[in-house]
């Protein structure tokens, strides 16, 4: 894992103590809250509805024992025993006092960890695969990557006064799970067709809010060592030509839509042409220094399967299907990356307790070379598990309350915070979450179901990534009422889409049974082990709007038409 | 720009606390309270300018931060109820966490609107 040097280190310690000063002039009166908002924005301070709320980076989400103890201690001493796990792979505390910040700030920089540039228009917190380093279909580990982009990045004097927010995502891997093509810049390693030499292909413009869009590819292939000028290039053309005039319009991805993904690129191109390349891209060393960092555990040499696994799996059915939902195949034999749901029947998705990130810490300890990750799922990943070790670590989870096997499935939903917290919310998102996983709670209704993603935002904003839910939920309020708009169809992987609007906006209270209905109209109609969003491909939104519209009473009124 | 139009009364003062973040409301003796019952409540015109201005001026000797006025309803109870679910909940907490927020606080609270 990445440690900080000492350059780091003393940076972010001098950080603190900055803010602990702005703080105190704020408490003293000398700074207005005008004045003090974007500082204390640029150290990922908000105000929310019931109180200020920290949101801390987990760079591409990887974390380990030592920072998950920590989080537990702030949770315990500063907030209300809980953290909420976000869909950008930070973690947010929904209740510190601002006097205490500074202190919260400096047991964060103890573990190596802080809340810089997780707000505000700068390059904001780079994401990637969950299961980065671990995964079987992997060209690459993609998060030496995204730590030299986080280096370049993190205070560039060029890139902190943006037009807005910008995200970056990378991927190592064939299949996108860092969802890539819904970010300001999406990378992703591959090979070169000919050459086999590793690059990226870089997508640009993808983001959800407002008007979402999918990424365009402005570059097939990138060789490696040019990454740093090239991102430079983009970020130049953007932040000389990106919209200030209007904040809804001030995203990469409008700028790409208005002139064009071809005008975009050539505008890169030339600029990547005009810059020294060799002054902006990093030192081979340094690009080595940091890989090493991210090197392998010491894994042992075990057979690619495990007999001992294979033994608890039939003696346990409950077992067997925590390792059928929950595990996921793993590059070195004898291993499997493990995804702990945080989506417990009635839970807030992505919420954790003090004592659940103590019992993660250990297991990460114990059974995961110390290492864990944060999901855009909003779950916990353990990547390094022994598949002989599966069965303990099923065990244990159990007892803190982390065992849930759904993942993937129906009931592992992405929700933002909503009106529950959030002070931009227009509908709350969390109740719906948790009624929905209610009405599917039996195991084997949502097991017959299989993998179908649901995902929830409080407001057109999209923290929840509405548009990209296979089924995707928006709260909104109609006439001072929360209300709901159901889309279908959309993805977040590499086979990225928009969902669709299904008809008019429905009460919260018949949102299950909506996704009921949806849900008997892919079981009717489905082919021989076709998920959901492969029979929503085919059918088309047809079938699916009828259904819906028998709950909405539109079929009615359009027959009277 | 625009002044936005004040809400129709009765209506109530609320704030966050500029040190804890925590929803405040004004009350009758110019202070503070965490209490959505001891709100003042505006019932008349004169009433609401005084709150008003007193928005603006704790927010400009930095006591309190997003001070605005809500209309509300007024229970048989005498106890202010916002209007507006976003407001309800601000008086509230998290409607999924009831044992958090000043639902939990002041247990005396409506419950909120339910799903
Ligand atoms: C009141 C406090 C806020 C809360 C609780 C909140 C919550 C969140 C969460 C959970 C996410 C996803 C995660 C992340 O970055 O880790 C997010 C992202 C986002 N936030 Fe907020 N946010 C707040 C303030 C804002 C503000 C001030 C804006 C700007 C108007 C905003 C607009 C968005 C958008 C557009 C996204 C992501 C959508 C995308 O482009 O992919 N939020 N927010
Ligand atoms: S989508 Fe809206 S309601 Fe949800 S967290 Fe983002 S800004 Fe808040």
Redesign the interface.
Same mark, same amino acid.
């Given at each position: 894992m990445y440690r900080y040097d000492e350059f780091d280190e003393r940076f972010v310690r001098e950080r603190v103590a900055q803010f602990r000063a702005q703080v105190t002039r704020r408490l003293e009166g000398s700074l207005t809250e005008d004045e003090f908002k974007p500082l204390r924005l640029k150290n990922g301070v908000y105000l929310q509805l019931h109180a200020y709320m920290l949101r801390i980076a987990i760079p591409y989400g990887t974390l380990n024992s030592r920072q998950l103890r920590q989080l537990a201690v702030i949770a315990d001493k500063y907030d209300r025993g809980y953290g909420h796990f976000t869909t950008r792979q930070n973690i947010q505390f929904n209740w510190p006092k601002l006097r205490d910040i500074p202190d919260i700030l400096e047991l964060l920089a103890d573990v190596e960890m802080h809340c810089i540039q997780t707000s505000g228009n700068c390059i904001r917190n780079v994401t990637s695969d969950h299961f980065a380093g671990a995964a079987a279909d992997e060209i690459e580990d993609p998060r030496p990557t995204a730590e030299l982009i986080r280096q370049w990045s993190s205070l560039h004097p060029e890139f902190d006064y943006l037009p807005r927010k910008f995200k970056i995502a990378v991927t190592g891997a064939d299949h996108d799970r860092a969802a890539t093509k819904a970010h300001d810049i999406g990378l992703r390693v591959q090979r070169h067709p000919d050459t086999h030499e590793i690059g990226y292909e870089v997508m640009v413009g993808g983001g959800l809010g407002r008007t979402p869009m999918i990424g365009k590819v402005v570059r097939e292939f990138l060789p490696k060592k040019d990454l740093l000028a090239y991102l430079e290039a983009i970020m130049r053309v953007y932040n000389l030509e990106g919209r200030r005039d209007n904040k809804y319009k001030a995203r990469v991805k409008i700028l790409v839509h208005e002139i064009g993904a071809e005008e975009f690129t050539r505008r890169v191109e030339a600029e990547f042409a005009r810059l020294d390349g060799a002054s902006v891209n990093a030192d081979p060393e340094e690009v080595a220094r940091i890989a090493a960092y991210f090197a392998p555990p010491a894994f042992q040499t075990l057979p690619a399967r495990s007999t001992k696994l294979e033994a608890y799996k039939a003696m346990n059915p409950a077992f067997a299907r925590f390792v059928e939902n929950n595990v996921t195949a793993h590059r070195a034999p004898g291993y499997a990356a493990v995804t702990v749901s945080l989506k417990e029947i009635g839970a807030a998705p992505g919420d954790i307790t003090s004592d659940q990130l103590r019992a993660a810490a250990d297991l990460t300890e114990r059974f995961s070379f110390d290492e864990a990750r944060i999901s855009h799922h909003q779950n916990l990943v353990l990547p390094h598990v022994r598949q002989d070790d599966l069965f303990a670590l099923w065990q244990a989870l159990g007892a803190a309350g982390l065992a849930t096997a759904n993942v993937g499935l129906i009931t592992d939903i992405i929700a933002c915070p909503g009106l529950d917290y959030c002070a931009l919310a227009t509908a709350r998102s969390i109740p719906i979450a948790q009624a929905i996983a209610k009405r599917f709670a039996d195991e084997k209704r949502q097991a017959l179901i299989g993998a179908l993603g649901i995902k929830i935002s409080g407001c057109i904003n999209a923290c929840g990534h509405h548009h990209v839910g296979h089924i995707g939920i928006l709260g909104l309020e109609k006439n001072g009422v929360e209300n709901y708009q159901i889309t279908l169809g959309g993805d977040a992987t590499e086979k990225a889409a928009l969902g669709e609007r299904l008809g008019p906006g429905i009460d919260g209270e018949d949102v299950p049974e909506a996704i009921e209905r949806i849900v008997a109209v892919y079981l009717a109609e489905r082919r021989e082990g076709e998920v959901f969003i492969d029979a929503v491909r085919r059918l088309g939104l047809g079938p699916f709007k009828a259904a819906f519209q028998t709950l909405t009473g539109q079929e009615a009124r359009h027959a009277a038409a | 720009m625009a002044v936005p139009k004040r809400p129709p009364l009765p209506l109530i003062l609320l704030a *966050?606390d500029? !040190? $804890? &973040? $925590?929803?405040v409301f004004r009350t009758a003796s110019g202070g503070w309270t965490r209490d959505p019952a001891d709100a003042l409540i505006a019932r008349d015109e004169a009433t609401a300018d005084r709150l008003e201005s007193e928005a603006a001026a704790t927010?400009? #000797? #930095?006591e309190v931060?997003?001070a605005y006025v809500v209309d509300v309803s007024v229970g048989a109870d005498g106890a202010p109820t916002p *209007?507006?679910? +976003?407001e309800r909940?601000?008086t509230l &907490? /998290?409607? #999924? +966490?009831p044992d958090? &927020?000043k639902q939990a606080e002041f247990a005396r609270r409506s419950p909120h609107v /339910? !799903?």
């Amino acid at each position: 894992m990445y440690r900080y040097d000492e350059f780091d280190e003393r940076f972010v310690r001098e950080r603190v103590a900055q803010f602990r000063a702005q703080v105190t002039r704020r408490l003293e009166g000398s700074l207005t809250e005008d004045e003090f908002k974007p500082l204390r924005l640029k150290n990922g301070v908000y105000l929310q509805l019931h109180a200020y709320m920290l949101r801390i980076a987990i760079p591409y989400g990887t974390l380990n024992s030592r920072q998950l103890r920590q989080l537990a201690v702030i949770a315990d001493k500063y907030d209300r025993g809980y953290g909420h796990f976000t869909t950008r792979q930070n973690i947010q505390f929904n209740w510190p006092k601002l006097r205490d910040i500074p202190d919260i700030l400096e047991l964060l920089a103890d573990v190596e960890m802080h809340c810089i540039q997780t707000s505000g228009n700068c390059i904001r917190n780079v994401t990637s695969d969950h299961f980065a380093g671990a995964a079987a279909d992997e060209i690459e580990d993609p998060r030496p990557t995204a730590e030299l982009i986080r280096q370049w990045s993190s205070l560039h004097p060029e890139f902190d006064y943006l037009p807005r927010k910008f995200k970056i995502a990378v991927t190592g891997a064939d299949h996108d799970r860092a969802a890539t093509k819904a970010h300001d810049i999406g990378l992703r390693v591959q090979r070169h067709p000919d050459t086999h030499e590793i690059g990226y292909e870089v997508m640009v413009g993808g983001g959800l809010g407002r008007t979402p869009m999918i990424g365009k590819v402005v570059r097939e292939f990138l060789p490696k060592k040019d990454l740093l000028a090239y991102l430079e290039a983009i970020m130049r053309v953007y932040n000389l030509e990106g919209r200030r005039d209007n904040k809804y319009k001030a995203r990469v991805k409008i700028l790409v839509h208005e002139i064009g993904a071809e005008e975009f690129t050539r505008r890169v191109e030339a600029e990547f042409a005009r810059l020294d390349g060799a002054s902006v891209n990093a030192d081979p060393e340094e690009v080595a220094r940091i890989a090493a960092y991210f090197a392998p555990p010491a894994f042992q040499t075990l057979p690619a399967r495990s007999t001992k696994l294979e033994a608890y799996k039939a003696m346990n059915p409950a077992f067997a299907r925590f390792v059928e939902n929950n595990v996921t195949a793993h590059r070195a034999p004898g291993y499997a990356a493990v995804t702990v749901s945080l989506k417990e029947i009635g839970a807030a998705p992505g919420d954790i307790t003090s004592d659940q990130l103590r019992a993660a810490a250990d297991l990460t300890e114990r059974f995961s070379f110390d290492e864990a990750r944060i999901s855009h799922h909003q779950n916990l990943v353990l990547p390094h598990v022994r598949q002989d070790d599966l069965f303990a670590l099923w065990q244990a989870l159990g007892a803190a309350g982390l065992a849930t096997a759904n993942v993937g499935l129906i009931t592992d939903i992405i929700a933002c915070p909503g009106l529950d917290y959030c002070a931009l919310a227009t509908a709350r998102s969390i109740p719906i979450a948790q009624a929905i996983a209610k009405r599917f709670a039996d195991e084997k209704r949502q097991a017959l179901i299989g993998a179908l993603g649901i995902k929830i935002s409080g407001c057109i904003n999209a923290c929840g990534h509405h548009h990209v839910g296979h089924i995707g939920i928006l709260g909104l309020e109609k006439n001072g009422v929360e209300n709901y708009q159901i889309t279908l169809g959309g993805d977040a992987t590499e086979k990225a889409a928009l969902g669709e609007r299904l008809g008019p906006g429905i009460d919260g209270e018949d949102v299950p049974e909506a996704i009921e209905r949806i849900v008997a109209v892919y079981l009717a109609e489905r082919r021989e082990g076709e998920v959901f969003i492969d029979a929503v491909r085919r059918l088309g939104l047809g079938p699916f709007k009828a259904a819906f519209q028998t709950l909405t009473g539109q079929e009615a009124r359009h027959a009277a038409a | 720009m625009a002044v936005p139009k004040r809400p129709p009364l009765p209506l109530i003062l609320l704030a *966050n606390d500029l !040190l $804890d &973040g $925590d929803v405040v409301f004004r009350t009758a003796s110019g202070g503070w309270t965490r209490d959505p019952a001891d709100a003042l409540i505006a019932r008349d015109e004169a009433t609401a300018d005084r709150l008003e201005s007193e928005a603006a001026a704790t927010m400009r #000797n #930095n006591e309190v931060v997003d001070a605005y006025v809500v209309d509300v309803s007024v229970g048989a109870d005498g106890a202010p109820t916002p *209007n507006h679910f +976003r407001e309800r909940f601000k008086t509230l &907490g /998290p409607s #999924n +966490r009831p044992d958090l &927020g000043k639902q939990a606080e002041f247990a005396r609270r409506s419950p909120h609107v /339910p !799903l």
